[in-house]
């Protein structure tokens, strides 16, 4: 086997140096009764080939563009990844390093690193980001964690235009702890019912996110006045990065964490993962993140360099006292990200978001005009929840048979809005695709 | 000694990203517009992020450069105890990247997603295979996550006979995730000395498993690179006081084929795909961490779940009494089809091999290093190897002096301090993906830096003096954090 190096002369020699006959005398330590007798009931080894056309198979058996127009978001979006990217990204000196520990020898890593976690906080209006974490959702449930440990109060109100998996991944990590998660409703125009807050007191958290699950812009001002107004913290979630391009950051209306998904920057959607969790707070908040941070130092001849740092808050050292267990990260991802925003730069990044928003409002006016339902009145970015002409469930399935993924259906996780789909549109749907995705809706 | 492949080459420096590059340009093909302008109402938008603008080829140097700041396990040997830096098969990386798996969206309805939905589920068959276990899920991102599953299910499992336990067993050996995870599920961790030949003895887990005990946390082979001979014993104590034994599977690497963990008393185990299964580390991931269970506390796993129905596979989250979705789509998919390509190039008796070389590796490393470096334990070990410090106190070097050193030597030093029990702990773990001359050239490099600590400890303590950067300083980065710039 190609991986595996060792020729019969390696072995009887090296089984020499310990002493041994054989190398399943190497298990002595395994009592008898621990062994497993048989033989693994696994397929037999396949040659790089045969293995490059079954799985070729089976990647063939997907419905993706070019084949199909998939008007799909929901917290995975198709963007264009620049050649540069993937190509950097696959240099193997970043693909098969590990966590750097030995900070001399991976300083590659860890200046990408620092310049993605600058990048970060710049693109979310805050001060400081943590190094990554696994995705939208899980860095969502660590920002409530967090905003728990900062407060001391037991209690989160999370908006129900969140993204549904987000609230689960909550649900999940709130389960065990007894701590109380509230869901406020949303109103008539798409956006977060913040009245409501003000019913509720001694909240640790408010959480919010904007552009929300159906692609409308929330008022974090108002949010964060809100939340702050009863002591609590205002934690604000995307899962569109992109959308910061051309929208107030979340930090310049008042955020005090942020939390989301950074898939749009660079990262294939790849079935939906890895992706990018981002978290990102004030300052004064530093030492309560989750995670890994890296920080800027100097050598001894004085020269700069970076490393982990404030590795007190985890779990190598603090244990069960650490602010997260997390320790393997997606350190390559937000390099990948890092890479993206620095290939767009900040005038390409204004550009890409007003395109993506130029683009998502044609085909909203245009099955608009041709009559079908735009459910709210609120501006969006990139989605927008519409009902069709005859009902949307039964066009749904028909577009399916003319290779038209019409976005995804809402009824599952909102009742309410059964009949109803949440439409997606990014730079990379060309006017013609809308155009007969809205002859084939009105057809 | 031969040369050393430690050599200084040209490095050339790189200024961080915003100290580079001009207002106006751009990297990125920017498509024209095909559509009118719709601007957002003015309140809305904000002056975008101040990000540099560069051109492609600045960006293309600039990672280029910093890539050559980094070791990785293609660089050279990565030694790092308990973190299986093996070699990454390059048609893992091909295959991942493949343009039906790459751009495909998690929520397409099941029938647009069938190879991807078959490929997750014969990767939980394979999984099933090797662990002996029965259900499999591979939605957890990393081996941490899959802790957190595992002991989300432990919860689930006491929660549902009625009544919660408060207390977890956790070995002193254990990695730091182990408390930190049992923790996030309120159950506060009871530390458990490991016995005199370094693995758990049963009378202090029967001393200490009592009614308020969930269940132990034990990790096999241990952080010390032994086997805990005594698991079926420990398994039935645990087991007869109500509570479950949850495996950390990150040194599976060395009992692949030898031991399935199912058939030795362990109930839920999790699986580091970027360890065991050779998929890629990155710099810190991503990684992935399937978590295994006996049957019945399938019930419990995370949802969606992928089913087979008639030869059709479809995600189900009809399983009411599951902990829930531990992430917001289906895990790291890219990383699976790695770890799936990886088993379906070894087979069965490939990956029996694969532990069996990789014990002969540290068994070999450790019979060569013997003599100047001291064995934790006086005995042979799995897949990897633990020294103390004792040969060197006294010689005025450290643990860290040593590791420092091996840099300059062209080697990623081995895992250090760690595990805590063991005094200026070096934890080495080749992998059986190196060369028996790889390995030569490593102990002939730390038995070098061994021999100048005591004839020139002036050259270890100022090593390392041919990376990028010489030693950091780490205290004043924790003192003054500068987190961003």
Known sequence: ?443 | MSESIGTTGLILNEPLLWERGKKGRCGFSMPAGDVPPSPLPAGLTGDGPDFPDLSEIEVVRHYTRLSTWNFGVDTGLYPLGSCTMKYNPKINEKLASLRGFAVAHPLLPSEFSQGALRLMFDLERFLVAITGLDAVTLQPAAGAQGELTGMLIVHAYHRNRGRQRTKILIPDTAHGTNPASAALCGYAPVPMPSGPDGILLPKVVAGLMDGETAGIMITNPNTLGLFEANILEIARIVHDRGGLVYGDGANMNAVLGVVRPGEIGVDILHLNLHKTFSTPHGGGGPGAGPVAVRKDLARFLPVPRVIERNGTYELSEDFPESVGRVMAFHGHFGVLVRAYAYILSMGPDGLKQVSRLAVLNANYLREKLKDVLHPAFDRPCMHECVFSDRNQQGTGITTLEMAKRLMDYGYHPPTIYFPLVVHGAIMIEPTETETKEDLDGFIEAFRSVVREASENLGVVREAPVRCKVKRLDETAAARNPCLAG
């Open chain 1, 1 to 443: 086997m190609r991986y595996l190096p060792h020729t019969d002369d390696d072995i009887s020699a090296m089984l020499g140096v310990v002493g041994l006959k054989e190398l399943d005398d190497l298990f002595a330590a395994v009592p008898g009764n621990c062994r497993f007798g048989g033989a693994l009931q696994l397929p037999e080894a396949m040659s790089e080939w045969a293995l490059e056309e079954h799985v070729g198979r089976l990647a063939c058996r997907m419905g993706v563009s070019p084949e199909y127009s998939v008007f799909l978001g929901a917290g995975s979006y198709d963007h264009y990844i620049p050649a540069t990217v993937s190509h950097l990204l696959g240099r193997s000196e970043f693909v098969t390093s590990y966590t750097p520990y030995q900070p001399e020898m991976l300083q590659g890593t860890l200046q990408g690193i620092y310049e993605y976690q600058t990048l970060t906080a710049r693109l979310l209006g805050m001060e400081v980001a943590t190094a990554s974490h696994y995705d939208g959702a899980t860095a969502l449930a660590e920002a409530l964690l967090m905003a728990v440990r900062i407060t001391k109060r037991k209690k989160v109100a999370l908006s129900r235009a969140i993204h549904p998996h987000y609230r689960q991944v909550v649900r999940t990590y709130f389960a065990p702890t007894g701590y109380e998660l509230l869901e406020i409703p949303y109103l008539e125009t798409g956006l977060t019912d913040l009245a409501r807050l003000e019913e509720i007191r001694d909240l640790a958290a408010v959480a919010v996110q904007s552009p929300n699950f159906f692609g409308c812009i929330e008022n974090l001002q108002a949010a964060a006045e809100k939340a702050h107004s009863g002591g609590a913290l205002l934690v604000s979630g995307f899962t569109e990065a992109l959308a910061f391009g051309l929208l107030k950051s979340p930090g310049s209306q008042g955020a005090d964490i942020v939390a989301g998904e950074g898939q749009s920057l660079g990262i294939p959607r790849s079935f939906g993962g890895p992706a990018l969790g981002m978290l990102a707070s004030r300052k004064q908040h530093m030492r309560s993140l989750p995670g890994r941070l890296v920080g800027q130092t100097k050598d001894r001849d004085g020269k700069r360099g970076f490393v982990l740092t404030l590795a007190t808050r985890e779990q190598h050292i603090r244990r069960e006292k650490a602010t997260s267990n997390i320790c393997s990260n997606n350190s390559l991802c937000a390099l990948a990200a890092a890479m993206y925003m620095a290939s767009l730069g900040g005038t390409g990044i204004r550009q890409l978001a007003a395109l993506n928003h130029d683009k998502a409002e044609y085909l909203k006016n245009a099955l608009r005009d041709a009559g079908c339902a735009i459910r709210f009145s609120s501006p969006t970015f990139n989605e927008f929840v519409v009902g069709f002409p005859g009902g949307y469930d039964a066009r749904y399935r028909r577009l399916l048979d003319r290779k038209i993924v019409a976005g995804l259906p809402l009824g599952a996780h909102y009742p309410e809005l059964a009949d109803h789909g949440l439409l997606c549109v990014t730079e990379t749907c060309s006017r013609e695709e809308m155009d007969r995705l809205v002859r084939e809706v009105t057809a």
